[in-house]
């Protein structure tokens, strides 16, 4: 998740959050919002969320940016290449991406960390809870769990890139596909020694920033023999 452009208000591209969902405090006793509520749905996970900051529910602002489908497909794919039947694969706050895991393969080791509760209906049992401000508040035996990690930082900033690092390395001492803004590359090479690849990550809506796809293995060879 990573910080991006959109043609909203100012105030909410400041502080929303790109491709999961983060930062939202919804009212549980509220089951529907009021009609000025702004919704923005997507068809990959089949969710919708409020996008506005209506005084029922939403008690702070938030903005989705979902990946495409060809783009969720082709990662979702090029993981379980990399990790084959047996293997473990982490979704760090990329939703989309652990949803066309789990319509690909029934393993229950993968697991999704992401900071909206509301997945864990969707996802009893591979759910995580996940803050990228306590990123090694995480379950001990997940430490060197997974054979490979997708992640997507929520901020285009440093500091957040330093806290996703901490709980990448935590979860893995393998494969990486880590998915941020173009103008975050020199600090993903300094801190995760990914290397840049030549997949871009698209997504629903256009955005103002250019993203771009790091690893550490050929993740291109993987993903272009899966568009032929």
């Known amino acids: ?15 929303a959050p790109s491709e999961g969902y983060r930062y939202q405090s919804f009212d549980s006793n509220c089951s529907k919002p009021t009609p000025s509520c702004l919704f923005v749905c997507s068809h990959i996970c089949g969710l919708c969320f409020i996008n506005s900051r209506p005084p029922c ?4 602002e938030l903005s989705q940016f979902w990946y495409d489908e060809e783009t969720s497909t082709l990662l979702a794919k090029a993981a379980l290449e990399c990790v084959g039947e047996e293997g473990k694969i982490a979704c760090v706050s990329s939703p989309s991406v652990y949803n066309q895991l789990r319509k690909m393969s029934e393993s229950k080791e993968h697991y999704l960390f992401e900071f909206d509760k509301r997945f864990e209906d969707k996802f009893p049992g591979q759910f995580v809870f996940y803050d990228y401000k306590s990123p090694l508040q995480i379950d001990s035996k997940f430490s060197s769990y997974f054979d490979l990690v997708i992640a997507d930082p929520p901020f285009l900033s440093e500091e957040c890139l330093e806290k996703f690092t901490q709980t990448i390395n935590f979860l893995t001492n393998k494969k990486i596909i880590l998915c941020t803004g173009a103008i975050m590359e020199e600090a993903v090479k300094k801190l995760l020694h990914l290397q840049t690849c030549n997949f871009k990550p698209q997504h629903e809506k256009k955005l103002g920033n250019e993203f771009k796809c790091f690893a550490n293995f050929n993740v291109d060879e993987i993903i272009a023999s899966n568009k032929n």
Do not use: D, F, P
Not at 1 to 15: G, P, T, V
Not at 57 to 60: G, S, V
């Open 1 to 15: 998740m990573a910080r991006r452009n959109h043609s909203m208000n100012s105030s909410l591209i400041a502080k």
């Open 57 to 60: 529910c939403l008690q702070k």
